[in-house]
């Protein structure tokens, strides 16, 4: 084994590598830009090399840098995390050829698995099953358009270098298929410099399963079963488990053996993953699983499989890159229980999951589950990299234990004054549907504004956050129930003689669950000028100010303002065009991702200030929309 490495990474995935060499023995070097200069994987590894500013593009893509950091710093072994580098062919091949030890497969595997269509055509000649669909060079957008006709809507359009569920279009009918080819291109030569699409037939009822593979330079090749990624929002993962719910002897021994004839058709070594995809319309049936794609790295969602399997992957990935064999034999690998992920992202569900930035100035994470995270208290989610806070995993003996379990722990942690996406998962979790193991990937989008947290109040929270502020707040006492003025406003008069003031807790994006809701409500301090309470897995803080004259109305005029910094790539209308509710009026692309914005109502477009092209700030003016008179 050698006896030190370098992590081409940061956050909790940085910090997890490191966890594990140590304890290895092995000394860990850090790489940094200038935003992580303090960033907790910095303070976790022995040694940090700052590598330059900090967009990703300029330090952490750099590859060359990050070769001269590990050289100078003595590092024999590179580990990519994930991301970032992790499925660059060229840089395995630069840090093998400078010398390095590269913690992944060989740069000819993740070239063969790098492109969908190549991807899929190489598995289909290894006779694993493939989802149905066009994967063609030509391009012509009356020939992908034929072929859509072909297969039969709904189709999917797919980057060919797509990730992360970017550059990816369902088409319902064949007279939005233009559009959505040229919107899912846009993308894709935006985010992935290619603009080459595949064209696939929309699997109903999908669920995404995907192997855990691991292969040896010894011809050894295992599989450490099955994690079901069904739970997504917009083809990202929010929740994940293992083992698969409902998975049946013949269908996990179908998609196992699949998987593991994939990777042995690259001859795969490391750790490595078999996406595939399910039609569950019926159930899981041994010959409706579809191989999707191969990602070459460590996977997001791999604590589920460490804890069924009692493997730590990360372990295994360095004994592997250091020419050992795997640890286990196949028949050695056993499931015990069940665990499931939920990511913990800085994002405003009840905005459009808009990310957030700022700084975590109290962010407690419960003891009860596992928690992988790259950030502590006191630290900042900044505009430059994945919002995720942390990975939160529980383990159980049944799946129900495990998914109670992750609930509590949710309600038991509380991040502010960021907003999360922490209530939403709770949702997720208590989402009957999912507590029957009926999961899909459109179960999140069919329930809709369901598994946001309640807009309105509720009594039951509102009264819980009073009752601390009734206690005493800078000498203040709260008399009597709170009462609610109207919706996501709430108040109750406050003493303190002479004086008597009301106390108000305006809602914004931070409002109390539903009364209804009859979980445990939990309260704490934060501040001198503030509660938190969190009901349902929600955080909110009150802040109390007194009472002043409301804001001219913000949320009924038609001013259109750009939700978060980024590049007006459309604008569909002109000043005076009549529009009616619902309409798109352009199209902005802000972190790699297409937001639409449309007529909040029937009306008149008044001003237009927005250009194709233009870039734009936060809340800046974009277009002004009259409602027509009544
Ligand atoms: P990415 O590389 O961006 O993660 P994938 O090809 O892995 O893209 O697909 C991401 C998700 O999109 C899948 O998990 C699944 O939910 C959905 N998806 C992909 N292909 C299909 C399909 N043919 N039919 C229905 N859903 C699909």
Redesign the pocket.
Known sequence: MFSSLLIANRGEIACRIIRTARSLGIRTVAVHSDADARAAHVRAADMAVHIGPSPARESYLVGQRIIEAALQSGAEAIHPGYGFLSEIADFARAVIAAGLIWVGPRPESIEAMGL?DAAKALMQQAGVPV?P?YMGADQDPARLRAEADAIGYPV?I?AVA???????RKVDAAADFAEALQSCQREAAASFGNDQVLI????LS?R?IEVQVFGDAHGNVVHLYERD??L?RR?QKVIEEAPAPGMDAATRQAVCAAAVQAARAVSYQGAGTI?F?ADASEGLHPDRVWF??MNTRLQVEHPVTEAVTGVDLVEWQLRVAAGEPLPLAQDEIVLAGHAIEARLYAEDPARGFLPATGSLDQLWLSARVRIDSGVEQGDAISPFYDPMIAKLIAHGASREEARLQLMEALDDSFVAPLTTNKGFLYECLADADFAAGRVD?GLIARQGDALIPAEAPGQAAADAAAARLRRDWLGWHASGQARAFRQGLFGFRLNRAPEERIALWSGGHMVLGDSAAASPLRSDMVGADSVAVTERGQGRIFTFHAPRPRPGSSAGDGAILAPMPGKVIAVDVAEGDRVSKGQRLLVLEAMKMEHAMAAPFDGTVTRLEAATGAQVQVEALLIVVEADKE
């Open positions: 969908k989802t669909g999917l797919k797509g990730g992360g569920g970017k550059g990816m696939e037939k929309y699997i999908p995404h990624c069904s997504q083809h996406e995809i999707m794609e990937t």
